[in-house]
DNA sequence: GATGAATGAGTATTCATTCAT
DNA sequence: TATGAATGAATACTCATTCAT
């Protein structure tokens, strides 16, 4: 869809706004980053607010398309509960600086929570659709709880990493920690689903 | 202990950092915001990163603190866990600012990595000995994984909480809304410590 | 070679430096005197160290290469030893400030030592090549010492210029100031000749 | 005659000044040094220009006793100009950084050569006194130009010296080599005074 | 389609100096 | 006699953006 050239520099200011955030990224890093001179980011963008529009656009797409087919599948509600984490972790792990770059912008700029709502909404929506059936609108049990509770402790995997690592010697985004991590996941989710149809069935 | 023009520039400092991370704000807006001359700040403390590093201190001070008393408190691990989630959301919850601030930092400034592990370190050595009962030292049942999963879900209640604010109409963060996510933060722990006793049990 | 703009940047610090030393101007300064927007300064050159280096660096070519082909003339040493002093008063006639500003920064800047002896070097190597039939290497007599000795005698007359113009009210630079200036270390020259080759004779 | 206190400062901004000539020095890096509060400086004395004054009065004052009593001491011309040369570098030994300062003013603040010309007056009426019988009033063998090279030669011998000392590995100015360079200038000394009187005679 | 040149507005920080106490 | 507090003015440097070519 894009020239090359755009795809390059839109790819660089993706890596470098997820390690470093918005304002700690210039454009002549990104520009240095492609490879192309920074008067070429102005020319096929609109500037910086520009680029993270569209790096934030391209995310949300794939984001609610991955989660989407999983949310959807077919199986128990407690299997597609799993397939949903396992969409979410395996988005998050392929569009490695995501989730430092939403947590990053949801935490320090303002003027992005219109925006990044916006898109966070279809996601809350099929939760609260998947889990209607055993989750009250209301109260501790409601699925806006659950949504809350689930992508935090999806999300914080990520954006923890970096200084988990300092303190674990090991890397918790290695093939083995991520293994960890997804089968820990499933845990917790068999354990609040557990406790949801118990209460349910009393 | 401080003059209380400094304090002034320091309660400055921490409620903009919190509300715009650390690049977003500028020596300038935090000197206006103290109703201080720009100077007045560089006389007090050893610039930005200096006031950065103060506010993280007091932070890191007073939370762990928080959370000591709760973790060494007597009763049943799960009390001791409930009362943990508790003093965390408390303490989060009266330090305005402090989740916005240390997640922006971690997702944007790799160069405050190592200043953050080193202050989560107890927080997470607490967490591995209270759990060590019921913990195995590896895999998905870890207490490094409780701790991704708790504090995520702690943190995110009010890193999100802006966002969700747009979404939902209603604050998160209010007395009511705080009140239910306590609530299903104890029900989740409960969930969590029913499904690892069974697990022991068997 | 550079482009036009970056030339009239170079010459205002060449001036400006050499007038009232490095830490005496201001990069605001040197793009008033260049008729230069301060941005532009920065755009052209790296900062004022940069100005610095590059203006040395121009300087230190010329230098050496006055100074080489005056070193490796014909003639009897001491005809070489003349003309040499001829280079060097002509390379700073030509090259106003250029003492002024190598004096000023040897004599202030601690920083700047270990680059100006990487330029003093070539010209230290060839008084020693050019001396060594008549000069021991160690003692009263070595190179060293007249290396000293001759280029003081030199510089001198342009970096106390300024103040013996107000002792004497005329300009010791003006073409009489400099012609008998040139006569006196010719004489000079021939003085040391002379007790040199006298001592060698004995 | 000052207080211990100003005294202390005093010494300081000497020190100070002399490594890193007046603008590379900051008046709380004069407080610090002499281990005296900022504002003290203030008190004692009237700024950074005060200092300076103060420390260059003083210079001169030493400096003019220094040479005087060697101009005025008895024996030959030679003798006395011999005298003169011991006693110049006598007194910048023991003034350590006379000479970086006074060169690093001299090159790089004019508002300063008024100052400097009124205080090397004295110095330079004296050589034209006691070479008046020797040297006409004008052309290359006038005292004025004895002047210029006689004091280039000592003046360099140490604001060359930090240069060199990177470029020889040995210190110009540890005993050793100041007493082969008090001996070099001694040689030029008879060097010039033979070849004076040779001509004389002729 | 691409870019070198240019810049206005801003950034953090320093500094000599004043002054009330 | 001293000094902590305070500051106006300056400093080097950065940056997103524009625009003529």
Redesign the interface.
């Given at each position: 869809m894009l020239k090359e050239r755009a795809e390059q520099i839109l790819a660089s200011a993706r890596i470098l706004f997820g390690?470093?955030?918005?304002?700690?990224v210039s454009v002549r890093d990104i520009a240095e980053h492609a490879g192309v001179k920074k008067a070429a980011v102005f020319y096929y963008f609109d500037g910086k607010d520009d680029l993270l529009e569209r790096i934030l656009a391209g995310y949300y797409a794939s984001h609610a398309a991955a989660l989407e087919s999983a949310f959807q599948a077919g199986g128990t509600l407690r299997e597609r509960l799993q397939g949903t984490i396992d969409a979410y972790l395996d988005f998050v792990l392929a569009n490695g600086n995501y989730?430092?770059?939403v947590?990053?912008l949801?935490?320090?700029?303002?003027e992005w929570?219109?925006h990044?709502?916006r898109n966070?909404?279809p996601l809350?929506r099929w939760t609260q659709a998947a889990l209607s059936e055993l989750s009250p609108e209301?109260?501790?049990?409601?699925a806006?709880?659950f949504f809350?509770?689930l992508?935090?402790?999806?999300?914080?995997?990520f954006?923890?990493a970096?200084?988990?690592e300092?303190?674990?010697g090991d890397d918790p985004l290695s093939e083995a920690g991520i293994a960890?991590?997804r089968?820990?996941?499933?845990?917790?989710v068999?354990?609040?689903m557990?406790?949801?149809q118990a209460s349910q069935d009393r």
């Open positions: 390690e470093r955030g918005m304002h700690g989730a430092r770059l947590q990053g949801i935490a320090s700029n303002p929570h219109r990044l709502q966070l909404e809350f209301q109260g501790p049990l409601a806006r709880q809350i509770t992508s935090g402790a999806v999300i914080n995997t954006t923890y970096p200084v988990l300092l303190m674990w960890e991590r089968a820990h996941l499933h845990w917790v068999d354990a609040l557990d406790k949801l």
